[in-house]
Nanobody
Framework: QVQVVESGGGLVQPGGSLRLSCTASGSMFALYAMGWYRQAPGKQREVVATSSIHGTTDYAESLKGRFSMSRDNAKNTVYLQMNTLKPEDTAVYYC????????????WGQGTQVTVSS
């Protein structure tokens, strides 16, 4: 069982920035594929960014250039830097950890609320 914990959400004005953190338990973090997802009210959960065990990072096309995902394997942590935030970025942001050994659906955190509003 992998424990996943997100932090860093909050209320920010349009145009502002936030950095989310996600820590996953276990000694094999470097072999976890990690992902950030978000779910806005009334909408389906969507992928924001993913980080593979090979060091590649992919982003939702619409978020490229504003969002940046990074990982620190020594700290079992991934980050999501969000810049130039817009009201439509308001959502609960979830972190997912998929160990190399599975399960394929991985483990989810409880989510952290991000609200972009003036």
């Amino acid at each position: 069982q992998v424990q996943v914990v997100e932090s860093g959400g909050g209320l920010v004005q349009p145009g502002g920035s936030l950095r989310l953190s996600c820590t996953a338990s276990g000694s094999m973090f470097a072999l976890y594929a990690m992902g950030w997802y978000r779910q806005a009210p009334g909408k389906q959960r969507e992928v924001v960014a993913t980080s593979s065990i090979h060091g590649t990072t992919d982003y939702a096309e619409s978020l490229k250039g504003r969002f940046s995902m990074s990982r620190d394997n020594a700290k079992n942590t991934v980050y999501l830097q969000m810049n130039t935030l817009k009201p439509e970025d308001t959502a609960v942001y979830y972190c997912n950890a998929v160990p190399f050994s599975g399960p394929t659906m991985g483990y989810w955190g409880q989510g952290t609320q991000v609200t972009v509003s003036s």
